[in-house]
């Protein structure tokens, strides 16, 4: 069965950091492009940092570039999402995908497998 699970979310000042975890079962997880992706309450889900499978190409929505880092653990099969400076506008439910098909990109329609989110709550 396949399933993403996140973890690490959680309640932190602005200029603060937080490092979520998105760890895969029932396959492997560095065969596929993982993107994060998060969602404010009214607003549409948007692509945060997103990475390839084949040479760890990484892209980052501007909002984040500079402050976020996505990485790899391959021995724990798990993709991990380094967030430094957090700012109030950050607050969303974070959510990790996979896609089968996309090489790396931002977009969530080129993902097909979703895990249920993490909240992130970045007070000012």
């Known amino acids: 069965q396949v399933q993403l699970v996140e973890s690490g979310g959680g309640l932190v000042q602005a200029g603060g950091s937080l490092r979520l975890s998105c760890t895969a079962s029932?396959?492997?997880?560095?065969?596929?492009?993982t993107g994060w992706f998060r969602q404010a309450p009214g607003k549409e889900r948007e692509g945060v940092a997103s990475i390839s499978s084949s040479d760890d190409t990484t892209e980052y929505a501007d909002s984040v570039k500079g402050r976020f880092t996505i990485s790899r653990d391959n021995a724990r099969n798990t993709v991990y999402l380094q967030m430094n400076s957090l700012k109030p506008e950050d607050t969303a439910v974070y959510y990790c995908?996979?896609?089968?098909?996309?090489?790396?990109?931002?977009?969530?329609?080129?993902?097909?497998?979703w895990g249920q989110g993490t909240q992130v709550t970045v007070s000012s």
């Open positions: 995908a996979i896609g089968t098909t996309v090489v790396v990109g931002l977009d969530s329609h080129w993902y097909d497998y």
């Open positions: 029932g396959f492997t997880l560095n065969y596929y492009a």
